[in-house]
């Protein structure tokens, strides 16, 4: 049977534009290619755990646009449950702009319609949350909508992923309820943000998953840390390498696999998806998935 995920979260339109080089402020420059690519944190790891096989159920808000339209088609064509995504008239579907250059990304995302996902919104899809085997949140809804549905779940039995990205302070009563959280190092740092987050750091390792990019991953277990080193391969666009692996993490977590093998998983999902431009469309099945890892373990 599946593992059912609910992803709570930000549903964009990425309208993408590759240059050989990021301007400098006040300059212009002619770029190379424009693309609009389904995106958004919640939507990317939402469309990475289906794909990995997990049944998965999108809780978000779009607009009443043509992006919202081509945007839910999409969560449709790969196999996600659109029934608790909602269409608000007073903001357009969010959008994220993002320049490829130099084998990096700038990204300055408006999150419109993302703004609509409040707690009473929540509240209509609680059985949804509790009955799912894992929650997957990000920041780019509301905080304090991540904090009523951390709470909700906390109280349900209902264990939580929060990826912290982007990087913003989080409530340590909200760190005291998620089973895991998987910032990368900058994230991180934003979290732990006064002495009583940096001690509950100290005392509470183990729930910190924090990713380094195409280094691999850090965890904590048995009192000791432990590294799981990343997969070299050539990197076309980063855009929604963290989605992958979030995505990835938290299907094996879902399915009972060991961390280490969550993180190893979460890895490869990670490195596949950076070879293609966009967030989503370099995202593996996991039938690729085990080709990639026996193919890397026979070089
Ligand atoms: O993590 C990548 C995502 O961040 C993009 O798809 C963009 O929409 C922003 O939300």
Do not use: W
Request: aromatic residues 6%; contains cysteine.
């Amino acid at each position: 049977m599946p593992v059912k995920i609910t992803v709570i979260g930000s549903i964009n339109m990425d309208l993408v534009t590759s240059a050989n080089r990021f301007p400098s402020k006040g300059e212009t420059i002619m770029g190379e290619d424009f693309k609009t690519i389904p995106g958004g944190k919640g939507a990317n790891q939402a469309i990475a755990a289906s794909k990995l096989g997990a049944e998965v159920t999108m809780i978000g808000c779009v607009g009443e646009d043509a992006f919202a339209k081509e945007l839910i088609e999409n969560f449709e064509a790969n196999g996600i449950d659109t029934t608790s995504i909602q269409k608000v008239q007073e903001q357009p579907t969010g959008i994220a702009s993002i320049t490829i250059a130099e084998s990096d990304n700038h990204i300055i995302v408006v999150p419109g319609a993302n703004h609509a996902v409040q707690p009473k919104m929540i509240e209509e899809y609680k059985d949804i949350i509790i009955k799912s085997d894992l929650l997957l949140l990000q920041h780019e809804i509301p905080l304090n909508t991540v904090a009523f549905i951390v709470d909700l779940a906390y109280k349900n039995g209902t264990d939580v992923v929060l990826n912290p990205a982007p990087a913003h302070s989080i409530p340590l009563e909200v760190l005291e309820k998620v089973k895991y959280l998987t910032p990368n190092e900058h994230e991180l740092s934003e979290i732990l943000d006064d002495e009583e987050k940096t001690s509950f750091y100290r005392n509470n390792r183990e729930k910190f998953i924090v990713t380094q990019g195409g280094k691999g991953v850090e965890y904590y277990q048995d009192g000791q840390e432990q590294h799981v080193p990343g997969f070299d391969v050539d990197v076309v666009d980063t855009t929604g390498a963290g989605d992958s692996f979030n995505g990835g993490f938290s299907v094996a977590l879902a399915q009972g696999k060991s961390l280490e093998t969550c993180c190893y998983y979460g890895n490869a999902v990670g490195a596949l998806s950076v070879s293609k431009l966009g967030a989503q469309t370099g995202m593996p099945t996991h039938s690729e998935v085990e080709a990639f890892l026996a193919s890397y373990r026979s070089l």
